[in-house]
């Protein structure tokens, strides 16, 4: 579960959708990155309290073993048996739109990504390859630049961990490229 905001009512609350799995009460989980282990006192769904939680529903957890300061929005609450990865740098498909007019994005053009509840400032390390709209597939030519409307592979690195994702998409809810010289 991404953790979307926290406060703190007798005890560190978190807030976040449950992405996969199920959480009960009294359960060990892990808060990565930093794998700390924390215990599930109690799951509300708004007002109302539950003893366990699946995929898809809105929660506040409330916590014990870590303190509600060290917590960050974008950390994942995960299980203790398959906790998830973390990396700095991965490889992605993306589709470019809504660059400046004449704009162009090229290896080194550094970005802000919006991966589930994390905020990331990140950069464009290497360009791949580039994907044909048309037929989908690889274009043979070496990638120096693309512009409005092409369909890319890239390696992006982060500054902080990204929270690796290998069977689904990962979603770019807002991508931009900072304007050059600020």
Known sequence: MPIIDKFKDMGTVVM??????????????????DKA??????????EDKATRAGPGENLQVKLSGFPEEDILSGFVLCSVAKPIATVTE?????????????AI???????????????????????????????KKPMKKK???????????????????FFEVETS???FEAFLCLKFGS
Not at 20 to 29: V, W
Not at 110 to 128: G, M, N, T, Y
Not at 144 to 159: E, M, Y
């Open 16 to 33: 976040g959708k449950v992405e996969s799995g199920a959480m009960r009460e009294g359960d060990s989980l892990l808060v990565m990155p």
């Open 37 to 46: 282990q924390v215990k599930v006192l109690a799951i509300y769904y708004d």
């Open 90 to 102: 991965f490889t992605a498909q993306l589709q470019i739109f809504e660059l400046l007019d004449n």
């Open 105 to 135: 994005l090229t290896a080194g053009c550094r970005a802000v990504l919006h991966i589930h509840s994390v905020v990331e400032e990140c950069k464009i390390v290497e360009l791949l390859q580039q994907i044909d709209p048309k037929t």
């Open 143 to 161: 990638v120096l630049f693309v512009k409005n409307g092409a369909v890319i592979v890239c390696r992006i690195q982060g500054k902080k961990f």
């Open 169 to 171: 998409p990962i979603i």
